[in-house]
C-alpha cells in the first residue's frame, strides 16, 4: 500500500516540461522540513497498486509525474513498472537526499539547504533560491538543464517574492535558468 494525497490532472506548471498536461501522483510524508514549504503533504489515503492505477486511467494524458511531499520515501520499482507496462512515461520531483527506483523516465532534484544530497545527476535541477550559494548544486549535480525558481512568502496576509533578485543572478550567472511557478500565476492546481 502507498500513502497517497491526492492524484489530479494538471499542467506541468516548473521547469522544462513546463505546460505538459500530467497527472500527478502526490505521496504523503517529507524527510525535510523546509521553512518555505506550501505543499499540504501530511493527510493520506492508503492505496494498492491497482487503486493507483485505477486512478490514473480515469486522465488522457501518459505523463505521470510523481511529487509530493517526497516520493522516492515511498515509489518503488513495482510502482515504476506497472506505469511502463502501461505506456506511461515516468517523472519524479524529489529533493535529492534519497535513491530513487530505477528506470524514470525524468528526474528533477530540487535540493533543500542544509539536506544530504545522495543524487549525482538528474535530467534537471531546480533550486528555490533565497541568497544562499547555489554554486556548489551546479557542481555536485549532472543534469541537463538548472533552474532557480523565486522564493514567495505569504506574511500578514501579504505575498512577496525574489523574483527580481533571481532574474539578476540568472544573467550574471548564465548556466542558470529562471523557472517560475506557472500554475500559481494561473491559478490552476
Ligand atoms: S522537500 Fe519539498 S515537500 Fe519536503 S518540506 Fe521541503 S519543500 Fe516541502
Not at 522540513?33 to 505543499?39: E, N
Not at 519524479?92 to 534519497?98: L, Y
Not at 530513487?100 to 532534484?109: A, F, Y
Not at 533552474?147 to 533578485?165: F, H, M, W
Request: glycine share 6%; proline share 5%.
Amino acid at each position: 500500500m502507498y500513502k497517497i494525497n491526492e492524484i489530479f490532472y494538471s499542467l506541468q506548471g516548473e521547469g522544462a516540461n513546463t505546460g505538459m498536461p500530467s497527472v500527478f501522483i502526490r505521496f504523503a510524508g517529507c524527510n525535510l522540513r523546509c521553512p518555505f514549504c506550501d505543499t499540504e503533504f501530511e493527510q493520506y489515503t492508503e492505496m494498492s497498486l491497482d487503486a493507483i492505477l485505477d486512478a490514473i486511467d480515469e486522465y488522457p494524458s501518459d505523463f505521470i509525474i510523481l511529487t509530493g511531499g517526497e516520493p522516492s520515501l515511498q515509489a518503488d520499482d513495482a510502482l515504476i513498472e506497472a506505469l511502463h507496462e502501461r505506456d506511461k512515461v515516468v517523472a519524479i520531483e524529489t529533493n535529492g537526499t534519497h535513491r530513487l527506483p530505477k528506470d524514470i523516465d525524468w528526474v528533477t532534484v530540487s535540493p533543500k539547504e542544509g539536506s544530504k544530497i545522495v543524487l549525482r545527476e538528474a535530467d534537471e535541477l531546480k533550486v528555490v533560491f533565497t541568497g544562499q550559494d547555489v554554486e556548489p548544486y551546479f557542481s555536485m549535480i549532472d543534469a541537463e538543464s538548472y533552474y532557480l525558481q523565486p522564493c514567495s512568502i505569504e506574511k500578514d496576509g501579504v505575498r512577496t517574492d525574489n523574483c527580481a533578485e533571481v532574474i539578476d543572478y540568472c544573467l550574471a550567472n548564465p548556466h542558470w535558468s529562471l523557472s517560475l511557478q506557472t500554475h500559481k500565476m494561473l491559478n490552476i492546481q
